[in-house]
């Protein structure tokens, strides 16, 4: 999108907001505006909270149930570990991989897929197998996977000028010259997949912890993306498409903003091979990656019992700082309109840091780290349709669909993996990042905007391919994350700031994927494990490692 | 009259070019390769019509006359041109380019001869400068204005028929009103009235029935009488007759025909079920005509049949019409016969009942959902509701035609660890057409019928075992959900195939 285009696009949405608040228009289908917990985010801000009436103890304190949390969760229980507590703001665990369900399907509100592990991923692939979805040995190079989670095909296509294409990589009207571009992008990126260096680490490993730490592959993080193609002669507009396209797609935010160190990383780092699947295939499910987190819930229960106390929220951290006892973390319980305070002997951290300046009392070189950190919003959109959307020409539909000239990143068939020879109703989860607007101009957008403008938004974008989704949209529900993912912005990856959440410490520990600075479940799970593995080695007790 | 000469070029420029836009459009639809057709459409009528300008310099006398014939003739010719064009290529393909450039010919020569007419007719009242100046004007502004309604309003409200014919009307209006302008001056002036009634009355008649004209083509596509049509969510039914010949067709593909369906469902299902003598319950995936079901009744161990098809419409149009309920000997209203309409996939997966023999008889894997139905998933799939003796028989599409295909059905089967005998049969409808039976044991082929058949028997059983060399085994890959390649087989093989 240019200049011209974004200012209309803002002049378009200002005025159908206008419009809005005047009637509603009627034609809409009805929704719901759903969200991460905004206002009980915000009394962070305003500290009005409650002292502590009950006093608990617990020798270990998870705060924040997303995928860094579950992980942590898991691998102290696995260890035999139970006596934890994992609390979470929201009414469920998942974090950023939480789902919804409806009578036609179940769906996702974030994260919807997992590359193959790579071979450094050894707790991804120690947690498929648990899950039954790796089959025979964990280490094999190439492991045979449950095909009902392996993306069935076509996976992707790309609606350009009027027509869809499979795959995302623009083809149409593509001259010799940037497909030249294209071969030696591949070409330049496969090198970077398969260098090591003298210590036999992977120049881009996933966990991202695992990688080479050669100059000339952290010089890259002083660069743009975009800055990094240009440099080595890549000016081919669809290849830059592509790439922006990836960013916005992993990072919430355009190539221009993204580090080449976090761009190559996505293309070189998965490395991933399965005995019975491409090996550019992902794992997915209807409901997102719900199943991962679901499982890693599960698990826990079925080791443990129930350690999960969700609608709670962390609005104060204080001790831990280096030779003081236990720390004091106040937890405001909405349902029951008190605070409970826990004294926790030690503290995984697995919230987002950009809290750790609201929360944590102290701690100034923390919080002067964690305003290092910039956060991507997000717009994720479930549309209920009753019967599958009418087709332009080309591929037919996949998994994952993308309009080369959308403000969207596209959307995912959440029936897609259905064993159904009819397809019949079905829900589209529609992604949307705003790497064209500064954060936090985005996220007032977000604030004020109501489902209504999204709804007309989305279905104005997706009348293009499909002419009859208002027709059949029975339901658009809207789905605000304020604070999506951490934006890899150059330098982020080679900081100190980051380093220092990466640290170990006498009793606080993060474990969240902010702490490798981007947002994966390999990284969060990475995270989640590591910091329960240095809880237990500091609590003495044994256990096998997961980690490589 | 001047102006109504001008406003009749008008007239004359739109109907041309509408008529060379329809013949490019219409071969277009019809022959693909819309570069092609659209120049060499154009180029032939361009070609054409200088024809005509050269031929106008023999028109000596009745100018007007000759003038009002021309525009009738173009009327008619170029009127009923896409109703002709359409109903050739549904009687025979073959020499349906030849008429198209006929047509085109014919069309453009007339068409060519217009305006030198006009010209010479209006050369009496103006200067030479004043009628070129004019008459390129308007014959210009008549091309202008067809190329922009031709697509946004004449071909998706009007169709490539009904806009013909449109175009013809307006051509003999043309005639008949220069008929009465210059209706004393004319000789014969009654008769041409009355070939002018004729040619408005009979393109006026074809315009309203132009619907029907349609339907009518379109059971020339199918050759023989449609004896019922029907059209569900899933498929479009098609039930043709010829003689004693029955023939459905769903979605425009051939699925049996009467006079040798019995071959191919004899292959189907005696040479699995004649070796599983305790053989009580069976399952049929995919064939709502009963006709698979009609040869597994012929057992009498046989206690149940479970018929799972998608469409009711299919499974009640073959419980209740005569000629099919003969056909299937009422396989569907057997007691022993239950009736399942669901998705096979679905079906499935929700449920645990086992079989002694299953027909897996799809459509063939012509497409990703179709794909599906040929994965190691639903074979593994299958393998669940397989009783441990049990034998499953899978249509395979044709090893001749698409050898990669039926082998990669093998392949793709024995991937799950069953055990896949492939085999074939001539059905002449279909050609050589492939099977496999899949199992947990090895299978071994029938010493014996013991029921009634009118192709199988004991002697050339053996036959159906053996590959001839063209047909023989080729390396292929395990079709999954997450390659889908049987579907990328078939496509290139068919496409070897048909044109």
């Known amino acids: 999108m240019d200049r011209r285009d974004f200012l209309a696009s ?227 507009p669809q290849l830059h498409w592509y790439v922006n396209h990836a960013c916005r797609d992993d990072y919430g935010t355009a190539s221009a903003a993204v580090s080449a160190w976090a761009g190559i990383h996505y293309f070189a780092s998965r490395s991933g091979e399965a005995e019975n699947a491409a090996s550019d295939t992902v794992l997915t499910a209807p409901e997102g990656n719900a199943w991962l987190t679901s499982g890693m819930l ?52 697995a919230a987002p840091l950009f809290l750790v300046p609201w929360v944590f009392s102290g701690h100034a070189r923390l919080k002067d780290a964690a305003r290092r950190y910039s956060y991507a919003p997000w717009l994720i959109a479930n549309l209920t349709l009753s019967q599958l959307p009418e087709e332009r020409s080309g591929a037919p539909l996949a998994w994952d669909n993308v309009l080369h000239r959308g403000r969207s990143l596209g959307y995912v068939v959440a029936t897609h993996q259905q064993m159904r020879l009819w397809q019949g109703a079905t829900v589209l989860t529609w992604y949307r990042s705003f790497d064209e607007l500064a954060p936090e101009a985005a996220r007032a957008a977000l604030r004020e905007t109501p489902r209504e403008v999204w709804a007309e938004q989305i ?90 | 009259m001047k102006r109504a000469l001008l406003l009749s070029v008008f007239v004359i420029a739109s109907c041309g070019l509408a008529y060379e836009l329809i013949a490019a459009t219409l071969a277009s639809y019809l022959l693909g390769d819309s570069v092609t057709q659209f120049s060499t459409v154009i180029g032939s009528y361009l070609f054409a019509m200088g024809v005509g300008s050269w031929l106008s310099r023999y028109i000596g006398q009745q100018l007007i006359q000759r003038f009002i014939q021309v525009e009738l003739l173009v009327g008619v010719l170029g009127g009923f041109s896409a109703a002709l064009l359409f109903f050739s290529f549904t009687w025979s393909p073959a020499p349906f380019q030849l008429l198209l450039y006929l047509v085109v010919f014919a069309v453009g020569v007339l068409v060519g001869l217009e305006i030198p007419l006009v010209m010479r007719i209006l050369k009496r009242d103006l200067a030479f400068r004043d009628v070129v100046s004019h008459v390129l004007t308007f014959d210009y502004l008549g091309a202008l204005a067809v190329s922009i309604l031709f697509p946004i309003l004449l071909v998706p409200h009007l169709g490539l028929i009904r806009s013909a014919l449109l175009f013809g009307v307006l051509n003999v209006g043309v005639a008949l009103w220069t008929w009465w302008l210059f209706r004393e001056q004319v000789p014969n002036a009654g008769w041409l009235r009355a070939q002018g009634g004729v040619a408005l009355l009979s393109l006026l008649a074809a ?66 079920l004649a070796t599983l003598p305790s053989a009580r319950r069976a399952l049929v995936l995919g064939g709502g005509d009963g006709l698979a079901v009609r040869e597994i009744l012929k057992y009498a161990q046989i206690e149940s049949v479970v018929v799972v098809d998608l469409d009711p419409a299919m499974t009640r149009l073959f419980a209740s019409a005569p000629p099919l309920r003969k056909l299937n000997q009422d396989a569907l209203n057997s007691p022993r016969v239950r009736v399942i309409n669901a998705d096979a996939l679905q079906w499935l997966e929700e ?27 639903f074979y593994r799939l299958l393998d669940r509701h397989l009783a441990a003796n049990g034998l499953a028989v899978i249509q395979s599409t044709s090893p001749l035609y698409a050898r990669r295909s039926f082998w990669c059905i093998v392949t793709t089967l024995e991937s799950v660890g069953l055990l896949a005998t492939p085999y074939h ?48 085994r080729v390396d292929a890959e395990v079709n999954r959900l997450n390659n889908q390649v049987l579907v990328r087989y078939f496509e290139q093989e068919w496409r070897q195939v048909i044109r």
């Not at chain 1, 009980?40 to 801000?45: A, D, E, M, P, T």
């Not at chain 1, 490798?516 to 969060?524: H, K, M, P, R, W």
């Not at chain 2, 497409?367 to 040929?374: A, P, T, W």
């Open chain 2, 425 to 472: 049969a001539l059905v002449p409808s279909f050609g050589e057409w492939g099977f496999v039976i899949a199992g947990r044991r090895p299978y071994r082929p029938p010493q014996s019928y013991a029921v009634d058949t009118r192709f199988l028997t004991r002697e050339t059983t053996p036959a159906l075992f053996v590959f001839p060399r063209d047909m023989e």
């Open chain 1, 298 to 349: 599960r698990s826990i229960e079925a080791r443990v019992g129930q350690r999960l106390l969700t609608g709670a929220l962390a609005f104060r951290v204080a001790g831990g700082e280096s030779g003081s006892g236990p720390l004091a973390v106040d937890l405001w319980l909405p349902g029951e309109q008190r605070t409970l305070r826990v004294l926790a002997e030690q503290l995984i951290w």
């Open chain 1, 10 to 236: 803002i002049v378009a949405a200002g005025a159908a907001s206008l419009a809005a608040c005047r009637s509603p228009t009627p034609s809409l289908p009805p929704g719901e505006l759903l969200g991460t917990s905004l206002d009980i985010g915000h009394r962070l801000r305003e500290q009005a909270l409650p002292a502590a009436g009950e006093t608990r103890k617990v020798p270990v304190l998870i705060v924040g149930a997303g995928v860094g949390g579950l992980a942590a969760g898991w691998k102290l229980a696995q260890a035999g570990f139970a006596d934890f507590l994992l609390v979470d703001l929201e009414s469920e665990a998942g974090g950023n991989s939480r789902a919804g369900r409806n009578a036609v399907s179940a769906y996702p509100w974030g994260a919807h897929y997992l590359p193959l592990p790579t071979r450094e991923s050894t707790a991804v692939r120690e947690l498929l197998a648990e899950l039954g979805v790796l089959r025979g040995d964990v280490r094999a190079a190439r492991p045979a996977y449950d095909e009902r989670h392996l993306c069935a095909t076509p996976q992707e296509r790309l609606y350009l000028d009027g027509r869809w294409q499979e795959g995302l990589l623009p083809l149409t009207g593509v001259g010799a010259g940037e497909r030249r571009q294209y071969r030696r992008f591949t070409d330049t990126i496969a090198a970077f997949a398969q260098r090591r260096d003298a210590a036999g680490r992977p120049a881009f490993a996933l966990p991202m912890a695992l990688s080479s730490r050669d100059p000339d592959l952290l010089r890259l993080d002083r660069v743009s993306m975009r800055d990094w193609l240009l440099a080595q002669g890549f000016d081919s």
């Open chain 1, 459 to 548: 279905l104005a974008e997706l009348e293009q391919p499909h002419p009859d989704i208002r027709r059949i949209s029975s339901r658009i529900d809207v789905f605000r994350n304020a604070h999506a993912m951490v934006r890899p912005l150059p330098g982020l990856i080679s900081s100190d700031a980051r380093a220092l959440f990466a640290a170990d410490g006498e009793r606080l520990r993060f474990a969240h994927a902010d702490v490798s600075g981007l947002s994966l479940f390999e990284e969060a799970q990475y995270r989640g494990i590591l910091a329960a593995e240095r809880t237990l080695r500091r609590l003495r007790v044994r256990f096998a490692s997961s980690l490589a």
């Open chain 2, 207 to 272: 315009f309203a029935a132009a619907g029907e004209l349609t339907t009518l083509a379109e059971s020339q596509l199918y050759a023989d009488e449609i004896v019922h049509t029907e059209s569900t969510p899933y498929q479009r039914i098609v039930l043709t007759r010829w003689k004693d010949d029955l023939r459905l067709h769903l979605n425009n593909n051939l699925q049996f025909s009467s006079r040798d369906e019995y071959r191919y469902h004899e292959a189907l299902v005696h040479p699995a």
């Open chain 2, 351 to 377: 449920n645990d009942e086992s079989f002694d023999f299953v027909v897996v008889d799809f459509p063939d894997p012509s497409n990703f959902s179709l794909g599906k139905l040929y994965s190691a998933s």
